[in-house]
């Protein structure tokens, strides 16, 4: 293959990988304690918010994975240290699920997570590029 | 039934199942000898029945003369292969040629394990349902060509080119084995929704072969719950599916073919039995760990089956959509959601997330946006109705948007 050839050759591989979406984690943190006084009636009515929010996302062809809501309980091991019980970081910032996302740049991504309901708790979504192994 | 419409009826029915079983036992690099035994079968009793008369019963008819075109192939073949191969063995006896086994059980397993070898994933979809319709429906070339709008060549080429396919690929005519039959099967329930789907959103005018495409994919599925391995939850989800949308077919066309819209249709002609039999394989699919699209699908259709247009229905089927991406995008999914929305949450939320969509290439996208826009900007959604007309192909959507044109033009001013 001539340089002119590859050189053009790279450009266009170039261009494919930026036109190339990539993969986002959303993190949801809110504070438990608001989260918990919750009634049955308050936990639907957010249960069908989170799946309004995401299906609008999922309906712009840019979620890769619902993901998961996780339990509060849970344990933090440091290899052969003490493993401690949770909750890990303040009841402000408990780790409550994670859904992962696709986006052309880290500014859509942050677009995406606007309307999410985890603010309505005082939460927040905490926003990272997927690094591929 | 007269002979004149005793034959068709018969030659859908029993064609495939003699083609199945014939092919069952030849293998599929002999799938042509297979069908021609199969049609000298209708040939022949063409013939003989109009000179002789209808027999007592035409289908065992048919199968000792098809048993007995297929042993004669197969003493022939013998011979041949033996002329060919130079050997100088003793000739071949009766004994040599194995029984051809059209007992119902038999012909059950046949086309059975014919629809997974059709359904393999070495097949392009396209040509998946054309070979399904050749080899498990019985459909001739010419009404294959008319389903898919297209000519007799072209289908003819593709067919032909899905069975070298199966050859080359040494696909056997076989049950996959246990761990296998779950991938296997949703690739089996995929050609039979496609299938049902060509029938059913097909813009082609002929409605009794459109209304026999539906008829026959939901044959083939009900087929599946009558085999242990296959008799799972998502085959009832889908059959629920099909019952329910197949519950519309009459109500959905006037006399003259066209379209009559949702909205529009007469909810008294829908076949209530059909709803029914939906109900019931909802209800048997409602087992196991998993919830396939089938399954939301199925529940949505079932929603459409209420026609009253009350807030708690359209949650529920904006629910099922939410639930029915998160799974699988699919343009139609996300379509259809953003008008559930407009029903629930009222169009001016429902037009802003219609605009992030990024289907500007679809008719239907331009269609929604005309139904939102509607009442906050007639001129945007007359504009809208305008692209979507421009980008529209077939006929019969051009219709339906020209008439939504007109409705929307303000009468000219005296």
Same mark, same amino acid.
């Given at each position: 293959?001539?340089?002119?050839?590859?050189?053009?050759?790279?450009?266009?591989?170039?261009?494919?990988?930026?036109?190339?979406?990539?993969?986002?984690?959303?993190?949801?943190?809110? =504070?438990?304690?608001?989260?918990?006084?919750?009634?049955?009636?308050?936990?639907?009515?957010?249960?069908?918010? +989170?799946? =309004? +929010?995401? #299906?609008?996302?999922?309906?712009?062809?840019?979620?890769? =994975?619902?993901?998961?809501?996780?339990?509060?309980? #849970?344990?933090?091991?440091?290899?052969?240290?003490?493993?401690? =019980? #949770?909750?890990?970081?303040?009841?402000?910032?408990?780790?409550?699920?994670?859904?992962?996302?696709?986006? *052309?740049?880290? *500014?859509?991504?942050?677009?995406?997570?606007?309307?999410?309901?985890?603010?309505?708790?005082?939460?927040?979504?905490?926003?990272?590029?997927?690094?591929?192994? | 039934?007269?002979?004149?419409?005793?034959?068709?009826?018969?030659?859908?029915?029993?064609?495939?199942?003699?083609?199945?079983?014939?092919?069952?036992?030849?293998?599929? @690099?002999?799938?042509?000898?297979?069908?021609? &035994?199969?049609?000298?079968?209708? !040939?022949?009793?063409?013939?003989?029945?109009?000179?002789?008369?209808?027999?007592? $019963?035409?289908?065992?008819?048919?199968?000792?003369?098809?048993?007995?075109?297929?042993?004669?192939?197969?003493?022939?073949?013998?011979?041949?292969?033996?002329?060919?191969?130079?050997?100088?063995? /003793?000739?071949?006896?009766?004994?040599?040629?194995?029984?051809?086994?059209?007992?119902?059980?038999?012909?059950?397993?046949?086309?059975?394990?014919?629809?997974?070898?059709?359904?393999?994933?070495?097949?392009?979809?396209?040509?998946?349902?054309?070979?399904?319709?050749?080899?498990?429906?019985?459909?001739?070339?010419?009404? &294959?060509?008319?389903?898919?709008?297209?000519?007799?060549?072209?289908?003819?080429?593709?067919?032909? /080119?899905?069975?070298?396919?199966?050859?080359?690929?040494?696909?056997?005519?076989?049950?996959?084995?246990?761990?296998?039959?779950? $991938?296997?099967?949703?690739?089996?329930?995929?050609?039979?929704?496609?299938?049902?789907?060509?029938?059913?959103?097909?813009?082609?005018?002929?409605?009794?072969?459109?209304?026999?495409?539906?008829?026959?994919?939901?044959?083939?599925?009900?087929? !599946?719950?009558?085999? @242990?391995?296959?008799?799972?939850?998502?085959?009832?989800?889908?059959?629920?599916?099909?019952?329910?949308?197949?519950?519309?077919?009459?109500?959905?066309?006037?006399?003259?073919?066209?379209?009559?819209?949702?909205?529009?249709?007469?909810?008294?002609?829908?076949?209530?039995?059909?709803?029914?039999?939906?109900?019931?394989?909802?209800?048997?699919?409602?087992?196991?760990?998993?919830?396939?699209?089938?399954?939301?699908?199925?529940? &949505?259709?079932?929603?459409?089956?209420?026609?009253?247009?009350?807030?708690?229905?359209? $949650?529920?089927?904006?629910?099922?959509?939410?639930?029915?991406?998160?799974?699988?995008?699919?343009?139609?999914?996300?379509? $259809?959601?953003?008008?559930?929305?407009?029903?629930?949450?009222?169009?001016?939320?429902?037009?802003? @997330?219609? !605009?992030?969509?990024?289907?500007?290439?679809?008719?239907?996208?331009?269609? !929604?946006?005309?139904?939102?826009?509607?009442?906050?900007?007639?001129?945007?959604?007359?504009?809208?109705?305008?692209?979507?007309?421009?980008?529209?192909?077939?006929?019969?959507?051009?219709?339906?948007?020209?008439?939504?044109?007109?409705?929307?033009?303000?009468?000219?001013?005296?």
């Amino acid at each position: 293959m001539s340089i002119p050839a590859m050189l053009a050759c790279y450009t266009v591989l170039q261009q494919l990988k930026l036109k190339t979406m990539k993969d986002f984690l959303f993190v949801y943190r809110a =504070d438990r304690s608001v989260i918990a006084q919750r009634s049955p009636e308050e936990v639907q009515i957010n249960t069908q918010k +989170w799946m =309004d +929010w995401i #299906g609008s996302i999922a309906a712009q062809n840019k979620l890769v =994975d619902a993901g998961n809501r996780l339990y509060p309980t #849970g344990k933090v091991s440091r290899g052969n240290q003490v493993v401690t =019980d #949770g909750p890990f970081t303040e009841l402000k910032e408990t780790l409550g699920g994670y859904s992962l996302i696709k986006a *052309d740049s880290l *500014d859509e991504a942050v677009a995406l997570s606007q309307g999410c309901p985890i603010y309505e708790a005082g939460g927040s979504v905490e926003i990272r590029e997927i690094h591929a192994m | 039934m007269e002979k004149n419409q005793l034959i068709p009826h018969l030659f859908r029915t029993e064609y495939t199942k003699i083609t199945a079983v014939l092919c069952k036992l030849f293998g599929f @690099e002999h799938i042509g000898v297979a069908e021609d &035994i199969a049609s000298d079968t209708f !040939l022949a009793a063409h013939e003989t029945w109009g000179l002789k008369g209808l027999p007592e $019963n035409p289908t065992a008819w048919l199968y000792t003369v098809a048993k007995n075109k297929a042993k004669n192939y197969l003493r022939h073949e013998a011979v041949f292969r033996q002329k060919v191969a130079g050997e100088l063995k /003793r000739g071949t006896t009766e004994t040599d040629i194995p029984e051809i086994d059209l007992s119902a059980q038999n012909i059950h397993d046949s086309q059975l394990q014919m629809m997974f070898a059709v359904c393999h994933p070495a097949i392009v979809a396209e040509a998946q349902i054309g070979l399904a319709l050749r080899i498990l429906c019985g459909f001739g070339i010419e009404e &294959i060509a008319t389903a898919f709008l297209s000519n007799k060549e072209t289908i003819a080429k593709r067919l032909q /080119r899905a069975k070298d396919k199966l050859r080359s690929e040494q696909i056997k005519i076989e049950f996959p084995g246990k761990p296998e039959i779950s $991938n296997r099967l949703d690739n089996v329930l995929t050609t039979l929704y496609l299938l049902f789907n060509e029938g059913y959103y097909s813009s082609n005018h002929n409605t009794t072969l459109r209304k026999d495409l539906c008829l026959e994919a939901m044959r083939l599925t009900f087929l !599946l719950t009558e085999n @242990e391995n296959t008799n799972q939850p998502v085959v009832h989800a889908l059959l629920a599916l099909m019952s329910f949308q197949a519950s519309r077919f009459d109500a959905r066309m006037d006399d003259a073919g066209e379209m009559i819209l949702y909205n529009d249709q007469d909810a008294s002609r829908w076949d209530q039995a059909l709803i029914q039999q939906g109900k019931d394989f909802l209800a048997r699919s409602a087992s196991g760990p998993k919830i396939s699209r089938f399954h939301l699908e199925a529940c &949505i259709a079932y929603g459409h089956t209420n026609k009253a247009d009350t807030p708690e229905k359209w $949650n529920n089927i904006l629910q099922l959509y939410n639930h029915l991406l998160a799974l699988e995008y699919s343009p139609m999914a996300a379509l $259809n959601r953003t008008y559930a929305l407009s029903k629930v949450k009222g169009k001016q939320v429902a037009l802003e @997330e219609a !605009l992030k969509l990024n289907l500007g290439t679809h008719h239907l996208y331009h269609v !929604l946006l005309s139904e939102l826009y509607t009442g906050s900007d007639d001129a945007q959604a007359l504009a809208s109705l305008k692209t979507a007309l421009h980008l529209a192909h077939s006929p019969a959507d051009k219709k339906i948007i020209e008439q939504k044109i007109q409705a929307l033009t303000p009468p000219a001013q005296p």
